[in-house]
């Protein structure tokens, strides 16, 4: 089961999109036999008229930017899988009050920040609106994050920044002369795309904070440890397409104590099982065991599967889903919209059933981590291996529908519902830790991870 490689709006290029597959449910034909007419256009032009590939590059006119804002409109309608979470959106209403703002857009750019903002009142982390020419954007060479209510570098990327006054533990006050937080609430916030309060500000601070053209230079205003004020001009250089290829990171260490540390950073690519792979014959040797999923924004949920078969060998729950099973002739009737869905579970298929890590297991999360990176708690809650640590995930899964948009923008909409087994959601809340701990301001200027050594200590115990 794939997932789109987003969670809440995370800017990303079109061609990193894990394509979903499509099987049975929808495609399922019998053997020998030739799709109808009917088949052939219900799964070919009907859904994918050439209409809306709009040449990209080129300014839309309002009759276009009038059917992008009509496609999005229609497609959440009748596919969005959580309307009962936002019970005060009038759906209709909405799309009527943006159809005159979209036609007085200035620019293409000016009406795709307009549809990110409808978009982002459904509220969910699997359904938004992307422009085009992403790869034009960037942000700059650093990293940021809200630590005990102040905005913080928080790690550097290119270590030239440091010969020009930039370091973590900067504090940043203001962006272009405006307050940081009133910049944060009026530049970022109403364009993200999430379900979760907890998920909402990690972007608001980190994932979508000071995304601008690539080039474009950025006037901030930041306060170092000895409390002196300077302003500093930053250029914007990270692209997206960079920053997606270089999160695919992979640690690995024992500690002289004997607890393992892995960072498990990505689930996009299958790479990340493989180099699990080559370190569990070290792995099988330690007391204990951290895996950390703070950074993991999701990608294929197997990826997670693949690796929980290495902690267990008992098949495990993953998740029960459902979809809207939408049919013109019942709503003409008058009748309830019906749902339809399954259960999963994994089933371990092993020569040794024997060889597993036994070991206590201990797993970091955070409000990033998000989408296949969830579906691996809600299994590995489900498989009773261990303990969450840290603070409560992004609360976004599901399945996306992508759709091309006119001028070369992404429409995505969340199409199926994720729960646990029994039918319990995490969409909307996120898993709760079980020892819930926060990165620390002392701690941090310290050069110590708060959430890390609580970890520690629990496995000790």
């Known amino acids: 089961m794939n997932r789109i490689l987003t969670g809440a709006l995370v800017l990303t290029t079109v061609s990193t999109f894990a394509q979903p597959e499509q099987k049975g449910l929808f495609n399922s034909q019998s053997v020998g036999t030739k799709p109808t007419a009917v088949q052939l256009y219900t799964q070919g032009a009907r859904f994918n008229s050439p209409v809306w590939l709009s040449q990209a590059n080129h300014e839309l006119t309002a009759d276009e930017k009038r059917a992008g804002l009509s496609l999005v409109w229609s497609e959440a309608k009748y596919n969005f899988a959580y309307f009962d979470k936002v019970p005060n959106?009038?759906?209709d209403s909405l799309y009527v009050s943006y159809l005159p703002r979209v036609a007085q857009t200035k620019t293409t750019e000016d009406y795709y920040f307009l549809l990110r903002e409808m978009v982002a009142q459904l509220q969910d982390g699997h359904t938004a609106v992307f422009p085009p020419n992403i790869e034009e954007l960037a942000k700059p060479a650093f990293a940021t994050g809200l630590v005990e209510g102040k905005v913080l570098i928080t790690k550097l990327y290119d270590e030239g920044l440091s010969k020009q006054g930039i370091w973590p533990g900067l504090e940043i006050l203001a962006v272009n002369g405006e307050d940081v937080h009133a910049y944060a609430r009026r530049a970022v916030r109403p364009y993200i795309s999430s379900s979760t309060e907890q998920n909402r500000l990690a972007h608001q601070y980190d994932g979508q904070f000071l995304i601008v053209k690539k080039g474009t230079e950025v006037v901030l205003t930041v306060r170092d440890q000895q409390q002196q004020v300077r302003t500093q001009t930053v250029r914007c250089t990270r692209t997206f397409l960079e920053a997606n290829v270089n999160a695919r990171t992979f640690t690995f260490y024992q500690r002289p104590d004997g607890i393992a540390y892995v960072s498990l950073d990505y689930f996009?690519?299958?790479?990340?099982?493989?180099?699990?792979?080559?370190?569990?014959?070290?792995?099988?040797?330690?007391?204990?065991?951290i895996l950390d999923l703070?950074?993991?924004?999701?990608?294929?949920?197997?990826?997670?599967?693949?690796?929980?078969?290495r902690l267990t060998n008992q098949d495990f729950p993953m998740l029960k889903w459902q979809t809207r099973n939408y049919q013109p002739a019942q709503r003409a009737w008058g009748n309830e919209q019906s749902w339809t869905g399954d259960q999963w579970i994994y089933r371990i298929h092993k020569k040794d059933t024997a060889d597993y890590f036994r070991g206590p297991i201990a797993v970091l999360t955070s409000p990033r981590t998000n989408s296949a990176a969830e579906d691996f708690l809600a299994a590995f809650i489900q498989a009773k291996r261990g303990i969450l640590v840290g603070e409560p995930s992004a609360g976004s899964t599901g399945q996306p529908l992508i759709q091309k948009m006119p001028g070369g923008g992404l429409l995505i909409i969340c199409t199926k519902r994720d729960m646990l087994y029994d039918g319990t959601e995490w969409v909307g809340k996120g898993f709760q830790p079980t020892v819930p701990v926060s990165q620390t301001l002392a701690d941090f200027y310290k050069g110590r991870d708060t959430v890390l050594e609580r970890a520690i200590r629990e496995l000790k115990d």
Do not use: C, E
């Open 89 to 91: 959106l009038d759906w």
């Open 294 to 309: 703070r950074r993991n924004g999701g990608g294929n949920s197997d990826m997670g599967w693949q690796i929980l078969t």
């Open 268 to 289: 996009d690519h299958p790479s990340i099982v493989a180099k699990f792979d080559s370190i569990y014959p070290q792995l099988k040797k330690a007391s204990g065991l």
